[in-house]
């Protein structure tokens, strides 16, 4: 089956939320249930690319935004219209289109040498290579005798020591890390890449997120409203999601379509869009047939 890659770089923090918890903090952003590792969901992902979609390549209006295809507008191209549904369904009918959740890739973590570096491990990047094919070869034996394997010499100390937020590892130096990030043609400097342990990986994704303090005030009292404080979880800015795309009737011309209209382009995902939040690159790679 054929199938498209896309990648999703955070340009700023993403808050795609999972609701209220009884947790100190009141908006986590989702996770996998089985990882604990930040996600994208579909749903999210195909609802902010089918928007832009129509408005941009159909010319919706949003206050005329049809719901299926007999209320598609006079005033746009009806073919274009038709095609839309198609690509993306409505109510009564699945689209061409499949969108998988966004799984993470890279995490940026701050780092004593380097301002900071993206994090992964060996589970992210073997699934990586289960879903799309590409593999992303590492030193691994060096890895269960190290902490750390280090894409180069840049954000390691005196040749030995990888120093990120309060932990150290002794790090592997490992050119072929850079070479196979490199070949990703992601925008991010493949020289500032380390792989540490699944365990490692997994205790900075939860616990070094950015957490912010919200208010709203009360605008008669110059005060904060009573009960109108609450923490708000958000995904740090710099880190790399990716995810599938494929054509449920393996029709290229569909999937090429809405790759084409993705790729190199700025979207915003998740909430507190007036707030900057969840504004994301995305780029797209051929993926491998199947």
Known sequence: M?????????????????????????????????TDF???????????????????????????????????????NQEKCKEFFNLFGH??????????DGKILLFPVKSVKGVFVWITSPFVIDRFKRDTGIDIPFNREALKNKGAVVSSE?????????????????????????????????????????????????????????????????????TVKEGALWYEELVPAETVFYNLIFSRTENKENINNVADFINNKIFQFGGDETLGRGFTKVSVLEGKNE
């Open 2 to 34: 054929s199938k498209k890659i896309a990648f999703y770089h955070c340009h700023t923090p993403l808050h795609i939320g999972s609701g209220t918890t009884l947790d100190i903090i009141d908006l986590p952003v989702q996770r996998e249930s089985h």
């Open 38 to 76: 930040p996600v994208m969901p579909s749903s999210s992902i195909k609802g902010v690319i089918r928007a832009e979609y129509g408005l941009k390549e159909v010319n919706f209006s949003p206050e005329n935004f049809p719901e299926k295809p007999e209320a598609c507008p006079e005033n746009v």
């Open 91 to 100: 109510g009564e009918h699945e689209g061409d289109i499949i969108f998988t």
């Open 154 to 222: 840049e954000p390691v100390i005196s040749n030995k020591y990888l120093v990120l937020e309060e932990l150290s590892f002794e790090a592997e130096i490992d050119n072929s890390l850079k070479n196979s990030f490199d070949m990703l043609e992601l925008d991010i400097d493949p020289k500032r890449i380390a792989v540490l342990s699944d365990d490692s990986f997994r205790y900075f994704v939860k616990n070094h997120t950015e957490v912010n303090a919200r208010t709203r005030i009360d605008q008669a009292k110059g």
